[in-house]
């Protein structure tokens, strides 16, 4: 008999699969007499965790990990995190763990001693920390606390025993070089390269291609983008260069409408380049040319690494990074070479 998943148990009860994860899991939303009904169908089929001991690491038993997202990510705009999570949640059932999120929010990083109620309350035997959050409250958690941390999408050489991230460096690298291939030199970058790690060194990538073809950065066209909560807005100059690269495709999306709205066509008058490969709702038709982040990759190797800890905290291997890969759309215009 092949191995049981939560699709198996859903259907056999005739609940959805999501049902089923909440009900192994002991998160709320579920009755009693449905969650007793589920357990037991589980154990008849052989699901593997249940009626097992609980000790972390042990092979067989059911894991709860902890997923701790800061709240600035989770804005109207900023569904991609919820992408991650989403993906994170799959990839963890697979592996017979559970997760149990909490957000971070933002006024809690000024109060650094408040601990998620997850840690409190002893619910959870790892923790996966999505997005970069206040270094003070890292700092605060990893005293706090000695089950496994995972950093994923973000890295601190002083915190990360263990993290995962995207190729943010030479990933923008790659995208600036699709500009260049076509003919365009004048080219801007938008993003607040303090505010995060990604960003900055999504913006070194940028400066790593103009350089090496020998062009100047002009400030004006190097331009913030949110400020210290998150909040995502900007300016554009007067002046503006042939082409924009944007440190993620929500930034490229506002940007088409602010072009727009000064009646500049993309890709006609000015090229976009974009990173994330995540279709924001409500922002610019066109297509825009970007890098593809491997989140189904990112969050299986950040499971991988939690578990590995279970069984030996001292496991931890610095940060993993994981590459994506260029996708061209319609937002570059094309040299024509005659």
Not at 99 to 123: F, S, W, Y
Not at 282 to 308: F, P
Request: hydrophobic content about 40%; aromatic content about 8%.
């Amino acid at each position: 008999m092949g191995k049981v998943r939560l699709a198996d148990i859903a259907e056999k009860v005739g609940v959805s699969t999501v049902t089923v994860h909440n009900a192994l899991s002991g998160q709320k939303g579920v009755s009693g007499d449905l969650r007793e009904r589920i357990l037991k169908v589980a154990a008849e089929m052989g699901y593997e965790g249940v009626n097992k001991d609980k000790k972390s690491g042990e092979s067989g038993s059911i894991q709860k990990i902890g997923v701790l997202i800061a709240e600035k990510y989770l804005g109207n705009h900023t569904a991609y995190y919820w992408k991650i999570y989403q993906e994170l949640a799959l990839a963890a059932t697979e592996k017979q763990c559970f997760t149990i999120v909490e957000t971070l929010k933002t006024d809690e990083r000024a109060r650094i001693r408040e601990l998620p109620q997850m840690v409190l309350q002893n619910a959870v035997e790892g923790i996966i920390i999505i997005g970069e959050i206040d270094r003070q409250y890292i700092r605060r958690l990893k005293e706090a606390v000695s089950i496994p941390i995972v950093f994923l999408d973000f890295y601190d050489n002083e915190f990360a025993q263990d993290a995962v991230i995207v190729d943010n460096f030479y990933g923008m690298y790659q995208m600036t070089e699709v500009l260049f291939k076509n003919g365009i030199e004048e080219i801007g970058f938008i993003g607040s390269t303090h505010a995060t790690s990604n960003i900055l060194d999504r913006y070194c990538g940028y400066m790593k291609s103009m350089m090496e073809h020998r062009k100047n950065i002009h400030p004006e066209w190097v331009i913030e983008d949110r400020d210290e909560t998150g909040l995502v807005q900007f300016e554009l100059p007067n002046r503006l260069p042939k082409a924009f690269v944007c440190n993620c495709d929500l930034v490229a999306g506002m940007l088409v409408n602010k072009l727009n709205a000064r009646g500049l066509k993309v890709p006609e008058d000015i090229s976009v380049v974009g990173f994330d490969n995540f279709l924001y709702p409500g922002y610019a038709d066109i297509k825009i040319t970007t890098y593809e982040v491997n989140i189904k990759a990112m969050v299986k190797v950040a499971i991988k690494k939690l578990i590995k800890q279970f069984h030996n905290p001292n496991s931890g291997g610095g940060p993993e990074i994981i590459c994506g890969q260029v996708v061209l759309k319609n937002s570059v215009k094309e040299m024509k070479f005659h």
